[in-house]
């Protein structure tokens, strides 16, 4: 069993910058691909960011790519999400997400076997 806990979010004006943090526990992480999701008010959860578990390869939703950046620590434990740039229509919770997978990252939250509960970001305008 692997347990997610998230932590980092806030408010934040546009423009500004936040960086989540989600610490794992219960195995041995670089074996884990990790997984960035968020769910705004009345809307699906969606993907937002992603990163594979011993070779670091990402991937990006179009909403972020550029201004988001996820990076893990193998030896911490801890995966990142670096937010830039934030605009009013990022605010949402986001949740970390985990599975076994030390290739490949994964898109789709079906995907993933462990989930976090989630921190809450608003960017005010």
């Known amino acids: 069993q692997v347990q997610l806990v998230e932590s980092g979010g806030g408010l934040v004006q546009a423009g500004g910058s936040l960086r989540l943090s989600c610490a794992a526990s219960?195995?041995?992480?670089?074996?884990?691909?990790m997984g960035w999701f968020r769910q705004a008010p009345g809307k699906e959860r969606e993907f937002v960011a992603a990163?594979?578990?011993?070779?670091?390869?990402?991937y990006y939703a179009d909403s972020v790519k550029g201004r988001f950046t996820i990076s893990r620590d193998n030896a911490k434990n801890t995966v990142y999400l670096q937010m830039n740039s934030l605009k009013p229509e990022d605010t949402a919770v986001y949740y970390c997400?985990?599975?076994?997978?030390?290739?490949?990252?994964?898109?789709?939250?079906?995907?993933?076997?462990?989930w976090g509960q989630g921190t809450q970001v608003t960017v005010s305008s």
């Open positions: 219960g195995r041995t992480f670089s074996n884990y691909a």
């Open positions: 990163i594979s578990g011993s070779y670091g390869a990402t």
């Open positions: 997400a985990g599975r076994p997978g030390r290739t490949y990252y994964y898109i789709g939250d079906h995907n993933y076997d462990y």
